[in-house]
């Protein structure tokens, strides 16, 4: 529905609007958006698959505890990070601030790089995004061994010759999908960028639809980031079919331990993420929160915080529900039809949510307002903005965004259901649905909790989607906290940020932990 609405949108715009957009802000939108691809792409890249091989390959002071700790800052939004390290690193934060103070120098005497630049929302994305890659690459360097490694410097390479040419290669498909994986969430990211102020597709999209008013340039930008994403959703889908590359370890090999300096940079390699993506970010927001008059326990704060509540846990539900539909017939009723629609719903990781908004708002708007017309003109009826109006379009847009965690994480658990399994429910004498409510729903149970827990989080933390589509005077934690950033009032955007972080941690602690039972 969304790549239907927003191709129909973007054809229904004049070819005046894609002549202006051509010749004026889409080179620019194009530039950045690659740009960003390209920085964040290498600094995750090269943080995740290097942080991966040392936990893996090498026993250092602080491993134990840094392996899973590595994992932490994905509870972050990177719009999060963003206000904090603002704070801390703009021209009137506490770091410059300081320097201006112990050196006497004034604002022009010195150059200090800028926050808020296309550089640093290529850090703070690098910084809340590695872990795709370095979870993708870990796993694939256990399950590889040491072998590759080991016999390359047997015929005489360094130790970092030997990882480059023999480990990481042998690792290259999963290292792929998990940059892959972190360029759509580049391409989807709105906070950090907006806040930031680079001008990407993104932002191009909020603005031709709030600021302009104009919804076919809204959907023809939307059309251009839809592309990107579909031929991102492609490379990763091929690097996800070649990941035949590694070989699996026969064995647990030990770790080579790290003594003297070479310890010591290993343990700084896979602390800096750790204390730059988390204690920093955490440390500041709360300086942030301790001076703000922000109150959490107003009515307005109990407002934002059950209608975070609400949309995520009714979206949870919606979203596993789809999921286990979606999974279940693909097993009962294997075919082409049923392997289409999962297919389909796997797309929608894929899809930023500022297209989802744009792409579910122009039809259902035009059905709400025909919809008025007719019963105005019939029945005297006003009957507003029926569907757009609500927050069950703004669920049915994270039901699309999200679907794809809900439905891995069904599979994953469905796998442990074999064929076998529903074969011995029907000469017992149930049938098709019968064994789908007393075999496989009592199993998947953890996982579909898994589905849930992920989608509540990521539902909690999103931003553009539920900036354009929300009711009027519907605002979540995340908006809440965009709308304080925008205004400049960062202590007070402290606050919900800090909420929405503690919501993040959930799933991710749960994740460290079972990474910290591993190997």
């Not at 290498?42 to 390959?57: E, F, I, N």
């Not at 103070?101 to 994305?125: H, K, N, Q, V």
Request: glycine share 10%; with cysteine.
């Amino acid at each position: 529905m969304p790549h239907l609405g927003v191709l129909l949108a973007a054809l229904g715009g004049n070819l005046e609007t894609v002549t202006q957009l051509a010749t004026t802000v889409l080179p620019a939108y194009a530039g950045a958006t690659l740009a960003l691809i390209v920085l964040v792409g290498l600094g995750t890249l090269v943080l995740g698959a290097v942080t991966a091989w040392l936990v893996t390959a090498c026993d250092f002071p602080g491993r134990r505890w840094l392996e899973p700790a590595l994992v932490l800052p994905l509870a972050f939004p990177g719009y999060v990070l963003a206000y904090a390290y603002t704070h801390l690193l703009d021209h009137p934060g506490i770091v410059q601030t300081s320097l201006r103070d112990l050196t006497g120098w004034g604002p022009r005497d010195y150059w200090f790089p800028e926050i808020r630049s296309l550089g640093g929302a290529a850090l703070m994305l690098t910084l809340v995004l590695y872990p795709y890659v370095y979870l993708l690459a870990r796993s694939a360097f256990v399950l590889q061994g040491q072998g590759p490694y080991h016999v390359a410097r047997s015929l005489g390479r360094g130790p970092w010759s030997a990882f480059a040419t023999a480990a990481l290669p042998m690792a290259r498909p999963a290292v792929a999908a998990g940059v892959l994986l972190v360029s759509m969430e580049v391409i989807a990211d709105f906070g950090t960028v907006a806040f930031f102020g680079v001008q990407t597709f993104a932002t191009g999209i909020y603005t031709a639809w709030f600021t302009l008013a104009d919804r076919a340039a809204a959907a023809q930008l939307a059309l251009g980031l839809l592309a990107f994403a579909l031929l991102l959703a492609l490379l990763e889908r091929g690097s996800r079919g070649e990941a035949t590359y590694a070989s699996r370890a026969r064995h647990v090999e030990a770790r080579a331990r790290l003594r003297g300096w070479k310890a010591a940079l290993a343990t700084v390699a896979c602390g800096l993420p750790v204390l730059l993506g988390v204690a920093v970010p955490v440390l500041t927001l709360a300086v942030m929160a301790a001076g703000s008059e922000q109150d959490l326990t107003s009515r307005r704060y109990v407002g934002f915080l059950t209608n975070t509540v609400t949309l995520a846990t009714i979206a949870a539900i919606v979203t596993v529900a789809a999921a286990l539909l979606l999974g279940t017939l693909a097993r009962v009723a294997p075919g082409r039809a049923s392997g289409a629609a999962l297919s389909i719903g796997r797309l929608g990781y894929a899809v930023p949510g500022g297209v989802i908004a744009v792409g579910l708002l122009v039809p259902f708007a035009a059905f709400d307002n025909g919809l008025d017309r007719l019963m105005e003109a019939r029945f005297g009826i006003d009957t507003g903005l029926l569907v757009t109006g609500s927050i069950w379009l703004l669920v049915a847009a994270y039901m699309i965004r999200f679907l794809a965690a809900a439905i891995g994480a069904y599979e994953g658990g469905l796998a442990t259901v074999t064929r076998n399994t529903d074969s011995a429910a029907r000469v017992l004498g149930r049938g098709v649905w019968g064994t789908v409510r007393d075999v496989h729903v009592p199993t998947l149970v953890p996982s579909l909790m898994t589905a849930a827990l992920i989608v509540f989080v990521d539902v909690a933390k999103e931003l553009p989607a539920t900036l354009i589509m929300r009711p009027f005077n519907y605002d979540t934690l995340a908006v809440q906290a965009y709308r304080l950033a925008s205004d400049e009032r960062l202590q007070g955007a402290a606050v919900p940020s800090l909420v929405i972080v503690a919501v993040g941690l959930i799933p991710v602690l749960i994740l460290c932990r079972r990474i910290g039972r591993t190997r």
